[in-house]
């Protein structure tokens, strides 16, 4: 009998512990082990949460979970970074495995915790870490271990890709999907983290260690959100044949690792354009596997839920059956010396919308601008016309450097012609024939 105790009660605890209770005959059947809820901290022990949870199970007291001697797995279910980084080395430290969904805190601490985990070994599951239900730590670190991993893009911030299909569907703006997205519970009154691209960020940091080997490195992620995003561009990406995703990428390229997050026009005939929704999917490229793709809900109570349970269950198959693993972390770092590619450096396709005036001589002076620093035209759409006035000017390019993007940008900029600063897009797909082809 393997003993869980959980901290936190909230949305995920709550699906956690109704699984637990739930579903332990299904789990008993499937792998004969027997795994026993037998405790829950939370500060508030009183509300009804929908589920009946057996007496004397609940407490407020957190080191009933931590310091239970009874206790073999710790569940971190509270988020943040303090004091859920304490109870968890704590509980480590006390040789208890730890089971945690907690995305922050193992994007950008994660290196202090699995030390402690090694030291005491003892096991650290993930699983529900990262986009929820969908069972992507375990691909990685199991269905497609044969593999030498050559890219991942990811829809896995179900809130913003919420909001991003209700612009592309409804017309609506920014700031009014993101009201919506609040009132139906799928944005947080302080919405930063979803729509700056930073909880898309956390979890890229994890998916690519285990994926690459590479050291968890939140911090050399490039990070744009979706704050900034106008109809007009979504408008003009539709025209062209895309939708727009804000997509966590990750590529192993020549020996180098490009790691970003930002709005991606994609094709529209992509499978990966077609999730909607609070919907999370991931697309892994493996070199023998090719290409596969996973799809799922990436939050809420019941899908993060049995991730929880299912990196409980494998800890408790290896206390009784298998005695302990690292549960597959041992890979992270162990390729440090990969180089994490700066932005400037990468490559990708653009989509650019000029302001320009209406005025003859224009686009070649823009696209003169654009050939001086190697960028070749794919596709070209001018709206409108308003003699003299600012018009929008779309342009779509092939693959050019970023370092030199953001030069011909800056130059662009200062014509006396362009009237706005340029919104640009990175675009993910095959390359189109260009007209200067
Ligand atoms: N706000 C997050 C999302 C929750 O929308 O994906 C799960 O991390």
Redesign the pocket.
């Known amino acids: 009998m393997i003993n869980v105790g959980i901290i936190g009660f909230g949305t995920v605890g709550t699906g956690t512990a109704k699984i637990l209770l739930e579903n332990n005959d299904v789990i008993e059947e499937k792998t004969g082990l027997q795994v026993n809820l037998q405790v829950i901290a939370d500060l508030d022990i009183k509300r009804d949460r929908g589920v009946k949870i057996p007496d004397g199970v609940l407490t407020r007291e957190v080191s009933d979970v931590i310091d239970n001697p009874d206790i073999h797995v710790v569940v971190e279910l509270i988020g943040g970074i303090q004091p859920a980084k304490d109870f968890i080395l704590r509980a480590l430290s006390n040789g208890k495995h730890v089971v945690t969904a907690n995305?922050a805190l193992i994007a950008t601490e994660g290196k202090e915790i699995f030390a402690e985990a090694e030291k005491n070994s003892v096991s650290v599951g993930l699983e529900a870490a990262v986009a929820?239900g969908i069972p992507i730590i375990k691909v990685l670190k199991e269905g497609l271990v044969a593999n030498r991993i050559l890219s991942i893009y990811g829809i896995?911030?179900?809130?913003?890709n919420y909001i991003l299909t209700k612009m592309t569907d409804d017309g609506i703006d920014f700031s009014d999907a993101l009201k919506e997205a609040q009132s139906l519970g799928?944005?947080?009154a302080d919405p930063t983290?979803?729509v700056e691209g930073l909880?898309t960020a956390h979890?890229l940091a994890i998916i690519s260690s285990l994926a690459f080997g590479i050291p968890l490195s939140y911090d050399r992620i490039h990070i744009e959100g979706i704050t900034k995003l106008t109809l007009q561009d979504i408008e003009f990406a539709g025209e062209l044949g895309y939708k727009i995703k804000l997509l966590a990428i990750a590529k192993s390229v020549n020996g180098e690792v490009e790691l970003r997050v930002h709005p991606t026009m994609i094709p529209e005939n992509y499978l990966i354009s077609r999730v909607d929704g609070?919907l999370?999917a991931v697309y892994v490229m493996g070199d023998a596997v090719g290409e596969t793709l996973y799809y799922g809900r990436?939050?809420g109570d019941m899908p993060?839920g049995s991730a929880v349970v299912s990196d409980i269950v494998d800890i408790a198959g290896e206390i009784e059956n298998r005695g302990i693993s690292s549960h597959g972390i041992e890979f992270i770092g162990k390729r440090s010396d990969l180089k994490i590619k700066a932005i400037g450096d990468i490559e990708s396709m653009y989509y650019f919308r000029f302001t320009a005036l209406d005025r003859p001589g224009v686009l070649s002076r823009v696209s003169g601008i654009l050939g001086e620093y190697n960028i070749g035209i794919a596709a070209v759409i001018q709206k409108g016309r308003r003699a003299g006035a600012a018009v929008p000017l779309v342009v779509l390019t092939h693959k050019a450097r970023e370092r030199d993007v953001q030069k011909a940008l800056q130059e662009i900029d200062r014509l006396d012609v362009v009237a706005d600063r340029t919104a640009f897009i990175r675009v993910e797909g095959e390359e189109t024939e260009g007209l200067n082809d």
């Open positions: 995305k929820g896995i911030n179900g809130t913003s799928y944005a947080e983290l979803d909880d979890k609070v999370n990436g939050a993060t």
